[in-house]
């Protein structure tokens, strides 16, 4: 199983379960910026853990869940991983937070096609503003040059007000300020900037 068959599957399953999801990650900034090689895929799912467990019990023996890693996970509003024993391929499942940029990310994923797979993913911005907050978090160049593939890429289809605003909100007002600068893109003026 190649990693767009492993996304399929995982994601059919997800469906079948009827669980809100979006794809986050590496995976939806390749979608939108410059492709790296990654091994992991992340998923956002908005669901109470009794919702969640058809969705790891239909995965069978064909992959590693352990449930009680699960439950813990999502108590502590965290992710957890599973992964198909075959190929290797994995993914993390992580609780969608209660905070207000969180639902509104959530609100805006739209359908994108990983490859021939439709998947949920979130918005390029949203991408920006995640990527953003793990480089804040952890100080990694890596996840800011993602950002910065993504900005470059997606420049002329940005809400760069929604960008502005959302930065200023979690906090890396900063680092948009200077992706913005290394993308040569203009910030937008303060008075158009929006709450969506």
Known sequence: MNPTEFISDVV???REAGLPYMIVGS???NAYGEV???FDTDIVVDAPFEDLLPFLRSLGEE????EEMAREAWERRRMFNIIHF???NKADIICRKDYEYACVAFGRRRRRN???VE???CTPEDVILSKLQWSKMGESERQYRDALGVAKTQRSALDLAYLAHWAEDIGVAD???RLLRDSELSPPPATERSEE
């Open 12 to 14: 059919s399953h997800l």
């Open 36 to 38: 790296r090689t990654t």
């Open 175 to 177: 680092l948009l300020n």
């Open 119 to 121: 998947v949920q993913m």
């Open 86 to 88: 075959a190929s290797g």
């Open 63 to 66: 992959y590693y869940v352990d």
């Open 114 to 116: 990983v490859e021939d």
């Open 27 to 29: 995976v939806a900034s």
